[in-house]
């Protein structure tokens, strides 16, 4: 039977199935080339606002252009609201609620509700 190299294209006879290359120096050609998703890739866009973003070497895998893009996405993700609901109804949450409402800061802010 013959088959194709992954490398060269060149059609070649194999005793095994899972052989791909017709020769070692095909194979290790071929693992020399880089084969991420991103490799020639200059720019690419920020998932949140859409800004171009320079990519360097090590930075092939960002998806946001800032920190602030990158926490404005997570808050509009069920995960982030699933987990304010369950602090909101915390005991912890409660408490500080409480203690807040004690502080003078706390109370400075409910006399000027009032006179709303």
């Known amino acids: 039977m013959k088959k194709n190299c992954l490398f060269c294209k060149k059609k070649f006879l194999f005793v095994r199935k899972h052989k791909k290359f017709c020769s070692r120096n095909c194979n290790s050609k071929y693992l020399k080339i880089p084969k ?5 890739v200059k720019y690419k866009n920020c998932e949140h606002c859409n800004k171009k973003i320079k990519l360097t070497e090590k930075g092939k895998k960002r998806r946001f252009c800032s920190k602030g893009c990158c926490r404005k996405a997570y808050r ?19 408490l500080s609620s409480k203690k807040y409402a004690r ?10 509700k009032d006179r709303e």
């Open 76 to 94: 509009k993700t069920d995960k982030a609201k699933l987990g304010t609901y369950i602090y909101n109804r915390s005991m912890k949450r409660k």
């Open 103 to 112: 502080s003078e800061h706390g109370a400075l802010k409910r006399r000027l």
């Open 36 to 40: 991420l998703k991103f490799y020639n």
